[in-house]
Nanobody, 122 residues
Framework: QVQLVESGGGLVQAGGSLRLSCAAS????????MAWFRQVPGKEREFVAGISWSGGSIYDADSVKGRFTISRDNAKNTVYLQMNNLKPEDTAVYYC???????????????WGQGTQVTVSS
Protein backbone atom coordinates (compact mmCIF):
# COMPACT_ATOMS: atom_id res chain seq x y z
CA GLN A 1 0.00 0.00 0.00
CA VAL A 2 1.12 3.51 -0.83
CA GLN A 3 -0.45 6.71 0.46
CA LEU A 4 0.00 9.80 -1.69
CA VAL A 5 -0.54 13.44 -0.74
CA GLU A 6 -0.24 16.23 -3.30
CA SER A 7 0.53 19.87 -2.55
CA GLY A 8 1.59 23.01 -4.35
CA GLY A 9 -1.50 23.83 -6.36
CA GLY A 10 -2.99 27.29 -6.53
CA LEU A 11 -3.93 30.25 -8.69
CA VAL A 12 -1.37 31.65 -11.12
CA GLN A 13 -1.45 33.97 -14.11
CA ALA A 14 -0.79 32.72 -17.61
CA GLY A 15 2.94 32.45 -18.22
CA GLY A 16 3.67 31.77 -14.57
CA SER A 17 5.05 28.72 -12.84
CA LEU A 18 4.08 26.29 -10.10
CA ARG A 19 5.75 23.24 -8.61
CA LEU A 20 3.58 20.40 -7.43
CA SER A 21 4.82 17.88 -4.89
CA CYS A 22 3.55 14.44 -4.05
CA ALA A 23 4.71 12.88 -0.80
CA ALA A 24 4.46 9.11 -0.51
CA SER A 25 4.28 6.93 2.57
CA UNK A 26 3.60 3.31 3.33
CA UNK A 27 5.37 0.95 1.00
CA UNK A 28 8.76 1.32 -0.66
CA UNK A 29 8.45 4.47 -2.74
CA UNK A 30 11.60 3.81 -4.76
CA UNK A 31 10.14 0.63 -6.24
CA UNK A 32 7.19 2.41 -7.88
CA UNK A 33 6.82 4.26 -11.12
CA MET A 34 5.10 7.58 -10.53
CA ALA A 35 2.95 9.80 -12.71
CA TRP A 36 0.89 12.96 -12.78
CA PHE A 37 -2.58 13.08 -14.29
CA ARG A 38 -5.06 15.93 -14.53
CA GLN A 39 -8.81 16.19 -14.83
CA VAL A 40 -11.34 18.90 -15.58
CA PRO A 41 -15.04 18.49 -14.83
CA GLY A 42 -16.83 16.45 -17.46
CA LYS A 43 -13.65 15.10 -19.03
CA GLU A 44 -11.55 11.99 -18.65
CA ARG A 45 -8.53 12.05 -16.38
CA GLU A 46 -5.55 12.50 -18.67
CA PHE A 47 -1.90 11.56 -18.39
CA VAL A 48 0.53 14.46 -17.97
CA ALA A 49 3.92 12.91 -17.20
CA GLY A 50 5.43 9.74 -15.76
CA ILE A 51 8.79 8.66 -14.39
CA SER A 52 10.23 5.21 -13.76
CA TRP A 53 11.37 4.05 -10.33
CA SER A 54 14.98 5.00 -11.11
CA GLY A 55 14.18 8.20 -12.95
CA GLY A 56 15.78 6.75 -16.06
CA SER A 57 12.60 6.79 -18.15
CA ILE A 58 10.29 9.76 -18.45
CA TYR A 59 7.19 10.21 -20.57
CA ASP A 60 5.50 13.56 -21.18
CA ALA A 61 2.19 14.26 -22.84
CA ASP A 62 2.54 16.26 -26.05
CA SER A 63 0.50 19.09 -24.56
CA VAL A 64 3.11 19.76 -21.87
CA LYS A 65 6.37 18.94 -23.61
CA GLY A 66 8.94 21.65 -23.08
CA ARG A 67 6.90 23.26 -20.30
CA PHE A 68 6.45 20.63 -17.56
CA THR A 69 9.16 18.52 -15.95
CA ILE A 70 8.63 15.51 -13.74
CA SER A 71 11.31 14.46 -11.27
CA ARG A 72 11.63 12.40 -8.13
CA ASP A 73 13.72 12.25 -4.99
CA ASN A 74 13.67 8.72 -3.65
CA ALA A 75 15.46 9.79 -0.47
CA LYS A 76 12.54 12.11 0.29
CA ASN A 77 9.80 9.81 -1.02
CA THR A 78 8.59 12.65 -3.19
CA VAL A 79 7.77 13.22 -6.83
CA TYR A 80 7.56 16.69 -8.33
CA LEU A 81 5.96 18.37 -11.32
CA GLN A 82 7.58 21.65 -12.30
CA MET A 83 5.14 23.56 -14.48
CA ASN A 84 6.41 26.56 -16.44
CA ASN A 85 4.75 28.86 -18.97
CA LEU A 86 1.34 27.85 -17.69
CA LYS A 87 -1.69 28.32 -19.91
CA PRO A 88 -5.39 28.67 -19.03
CA GLU A 89 -5.97 25.24 -20.60
CA ASP A 90 -3.70 23.74 -17.92
CA THR A 91 -6.40 24.50 -15.34
CA ALA A 92 -7.40 21.20 -13.74
CA VAL A 93 -7.18 19.07 -10.63
CA TYR A 94 -3.78 17.39 -10.69
CA TYR A 95 -3.35 13.90 -9.26
CA CYS A 96 -0.25 11.87 -8.59
CA UNK A 97 -0.34 8.12 -8.96
CA UNK A 98 1.88 5.11 -8.33
CA UNK A 99 2.27 1.85 -10.21
CA UNK A 100 4.59 -1.14 -10.39
CA UNK A 101 5.61 -0.20 -13.91
CA UNK A 102 5.52 2.98 -15.95
CA UNK A 103 2.55 3.53 -18.21
CA UNK A 104 0.46 6.31 -19.70
CA UNK A 105 -3.04 5.01 -19.00
CA UNK A 106 -5.10 5.60 -15.91
CA UNK A 107 -5.73 1.87 -15.63
CA UNK A 108 -2.00 1.24 -15.20
CA UNK A 109 -1.98 2.93 -11.78
CA UNK A 110 -3.01 1.37 -8.50
CA UNK A 111 -2.63 4.21 -6.01
CA TRP A 112 -3.87 7.79 -6.21
CA GLY A 113 -3.65 10.98 -4.22
CA GLN A 114 -6.61 13.21 -3.45
CA GLY A 115 -5.64 15.85 -6.02
CA THR A 116 -4.63 19.49 -5.94
CA GLN A 117 -6.31 22.30 -7.87
CA VAL A 118 -4.32 24.34 -10.37
CA THR A 119 -6.03 27.39 -11.84
CA VAL A 120 -4.39 29.51 -14.53
CA SER A 121 -5.95 32.88 -15.23
CA SER A 122 -5.68 34.62 -18.58
Amino acid sequence: QVQLVESGGGLVQAGGSLRLSCAASGSTFSSYAMAWFRQVPGKEREFVAGISWSGGSIYDADSVKGRFTISRDNAKNTVYLQMNNLKPEDTAVYYCAAAESLGADRIDYDYWGQGTQVTVSS
